[in-house]
């Protein structure tokens, strides 16, 4: 059993408003509706409706992915050493959702189909900007309060709203693509036109949501200005070296956003080629975020009664019995053809991964406090840079493994019916296999993970005493 938070009052350890909780959430809802867009479908617009071979596209991600590495501790270092006037985090929610609008809405117009230079130009862009706001936004979320309790609620609103976003794109964007296509499909290059409107529907959507959570935060818990001038690139690396937690934390994070890459892209071809059921598909999707609103919720008390740790364990373990159950759908002929077990599986699933990696963002201010406790200093920039290079090379893995997979097993980009057995054996190591193996290398990874709740509260309250007697 963990320790209860602090009690209200010590300075750092803010109590925060439903509206403020509300308000920062709704970032990451913005960003999920141009996130789950590009995790979930940019690799099948990119493949039936641009035109691009399959391999041609998992090896654009993976350049996109080398080329995030260099730009994420840029991103991190700069916003850490500068306090614009409306904000050292939350200013970059403005002026970079503004350009990244626009560049998320290009990624999905069709009008120089085939075009890799298009496709590279607009990708690059995209990621990058994606970037400018993503890395402030991790750190936004630490400036609150240092207060553990607070950081869990924190964490549980910004997962219900980010999920609600992962609802809209599930859902809602197969729907409004098949409703605007002429031909009624989302995977054929007649529906290219509707994949545009749709994109920028939501792309506005997502850019009002980030200036509401511009104006509903403040950030709070801030190093001195003075004391993050010398802020440089390599504090990166020695924040790496010397940050036990944030490399175990690192390294979920890469694993994690791997496996979740991983199955959503492959989540369409899924049910349109395995399943043969396309019109489930809005449905299955949408099952990637439900139990989000059922599970969300109760996260601080499944915290407070089992553990931070435990809680991974059983929900990484339930995610992985919704995959054994997706694969037994797919191969035992007694249960195949019944879609109420593909939802089934789908619901356990996504229940256990929804969870989890809801819940490892908890765990980033954790690790910039305890960065804070052993160096002095509290570069979150930096921080959220390096878990950025992290979850980047796992979305990485998510757009290279799949293209490669689909391209191995001879998937043909311009059938939009079916596929041979072996390309469906393929799908489907993509659906379950890849990814439940992920999933058990994550639980390992997480064993190592030694900050529990009383060490943090320890850790907060020796840093708040060292900054008063600087005052």
């Not at 980030?210 to 924040?239: A, G, N, P």
């Not at 819940?359 to 002095?376: D, F, H, K, N, R």
Request: proline share 4%; charged share 15%; net charge positive.
């Amino acid at each position: 059993m963990e320790t209860a938070s602090l009690k209200t009052g010590s300075k750092g350890f803010y109590k925060l408003s439903r509206m403020q909780r509300i308000g920062f959430g709704s970032g990451d809802l913005a960003q999920n509706l141009i996130y789950q867009t590009v995790a979930q479908y940019l690799l099948i617009f990119y493949t039936n409706v641009f035109g691009l071979p399959a391999a041609t596209a998992a090896i654009m991600f993976l350049i996109v992915r080398i080329i995030d590495v260099i730009w994420d501790p840029l991103v991190g270092a700069f916003v850490d050493k500068h306090n614009p006037k409306t904000g050292k985090y939350r200013s970059y929610l403005v002026l970079g959702g503004i350009p990244l609008t626009g560049f998320a809405i290009l990624c999905f117009w069709n009008g120089f189909s085939g075009s890799l230079f298009y496709a590279y130009i607009t990708y690059v862009g995209m990621s990058m900007l994606y970037t400018l706001i993503n890395v402030p936004y991790g750190a936004l979320n630490a400036s609150l309060t240092r207060d553990t309790d607070e950081i869990t609620k924190l964490t549980s609103v910004r997962m219900f709203l980010a999920n609600l976003g992962g609802l809209a794109v599930a859902y809602g964007i197969p729907i409004i693509v098949k409703t605007l296509s002429p031909d009624g499909k989302i995977n054929s290059s007649e529906s290219g036109n509707a994949w545009f409107i749709t994109m920028t529907i939501y792309s506005l959507a997502g850019l009002s949501l980030l200036i509401f959570c511009y104006f509903q935060t403040k950030e709070r818990v801030v190093m001195d200005e003075k004391e993050t001038s010398h802020v440089k690139v390599s504090d990166l690396w020695q924040e790496f070296r010397f940050n036990r937690p944030l490399r175990v934390l690192a390294f979920f994070f890469i694993t994690a956003f791997a496996m979740m890459a991983i199955g959503n892209s492959a989540g369409s071809y899924y049910m349109i080629y395995n399943v043969q059921a396309p019109d489930w598909l809005p449905c299955f999707a949408a099952l990637g975020s439900i139990p989000a609103f059922i599970f969300m919720p109760l996260v601080p008390a499944i915290k407070r009664a089992i553990g931070k740790k435990q809680m991974f364990y059983v929900f990484l373990s339930v995610a992985i019995l919704g995959m054994i159950l997706l694969y037994a759908v797919s191969v035992i002929p007694a249960l195949r053809g019944y879609i109420w077990l593909v939802l089934a599986a789908q619901f356990v699933k996504s229940t256990g991964i929804i969870v989890a990696t809801g819940y490892m963002w908890a765990l980033v201010p954790e690790v910039i406090s305890y960065g804070e406790y052993t160096t002095g200093k509290r570069i979150s920039g930096i921080v959220n840079a390096l878990t950025g290079i992290f979850f980047k090379a796992g979305m990485a893995l998510g757009g290279v493994v799949p293209g490669f997979i689909l391209a191995f097993v001879n998937f043909d980009e311009k059938n939009a019916v079916s596929q041979t057995p072996f390309v469906q054996q393929g799908i489907l190591w993509l659906v379950a296999v890849i990814p439940a193996a992920l999933l058990l290398l994550a639980m390992f990874i997480i064993s190592k993970y030694d900050l529990d709740d009383a060490r943090i509260d320890e850790i907060n309250l020796a840093v708040e005493a060292k900054y008063l007697d600087k005052k």
